[in-house]
C-alpha cells in the first residue's frame, strides 16, 4: 500500500492512489490533519488547474509548501479532485 513518508512519520496511506506525471495522488482523507497548515502558495498547470498548498509541521519541523491539491480541476484532470500529492523531502513509498 503505498505511503507518504515525512521525517519518518506516515502523513498518508491508501490502496487508492492516482499516478499521474509520475506522482502518487492521495484521497485528501487519507492524509493526517494534524500535519498540515494552509499556504497560500498556488501555481497554474495548464492541464490540471490552480493548484493550492500545505505546508507540513510537526515538533518544530516544517516543509514548506510540499503538500499540493487541486480544489477545481480543469475537465481532463477531474481525476485529481480531492486528492494531495506530495514533493520536496516526503518519499512516497510501497
Known sequence: MPKA???DLVIAESDDTVLV????YFPRS????????????HTV????GTAS???LAHEGS????AVWYYPEPKPDAEMVRDRVAFWKDVRVVG
Open 30 to 41: 487519507a492524509l493526517r490533519d494534524d500535519l498540515i497548515r494552509e499556504s497560500a502558495t
Open 53 to 55: 498548498y500545505y505546508t
Open 45 to 48: 498547470c495548464p492541464w490540471k
Open 5 to 7: 513518508v515525512w521525517n
Open 62 to 65: 516544517t516543509s514548506e509548501d
Open 21 to 24: 506525471e509520475g506522482n502518487h
